[in-house]
């Protein structure tokens, strides 16, 4: 005896197999869909641009700039104008350089910092900018990482010597 599936379960399971092949369209060979890749500054590139602005008001999202920024900002030298390139910034959990470090970006050549990995900042996280064996230390917490937003605007932007 042979059983037939109603016509509505067909349908259905039809839609589903197409649903199913959509959705591997825009995943590569992880199982992850290309919005998954984190991007992350690194000393000798230079694909990134816009020094001293706000990241954040492209890279994020719905915004026009490649990738969601978490972290992003520009380094500069002691002069405040003469982008740092080669500098290193990093977040801790902990105030003084103490508990742990959740990032350690690196700043590309063309002055700029960032990163799209998904980072808790929401309980205060402290930041450190490191040039060869100097390190300076934001006196306060931050809950953001539009490091921009701040820099260069109404506070100072970010130095390292």
Not at 69 to 95: H, L, Q, W
Request: aromatic share 6%; glycine share 12%.
């Amino acid at each position: 005896m042979t059983t037939y599936l109603p016509t509505a379960f067909r349908k259905a399971r039809v839609l589903l197999f197409a649903l199913a092949l959509f959705m591997m369209g825009g995943c590569d060979s992880d199982g992850h869909s290309e919005d998954d890749e984190i991007m992350v500054s690194r000393f000798g590139e230079s694909e990134s641009h816009n020094a001293g602005r706000n990241c954040m008001n492209c890279h994020q999202s719905g915004g026009g700039g490649e990738g969601v920024f978490v972290v992003a900002g520009t380094v500069y030298k002691d002069d405040g104008v003469t982008i740092n390139p080669g500098t290193v910034v990093r977040i801790y959990t902990e105030p003084n350089e103490q508990g742990v470090v959740l990032v350690s970006l690196e700043v590309d050549d063309r002055g700029n910092f960032y990163t799209t990995e998904q980072l808790n900042l929401q309980d205060g996280r402290y930041v450190t900018v490191s040039a060869g064996v100097t390190t300076r230390m934001m006196i306060s917490e931050v809950t953001g990482g539009a490091c921009n937003s701040c820099h260069g605007n109404n506070v100072e932007v970010i130095k390292a010597p």
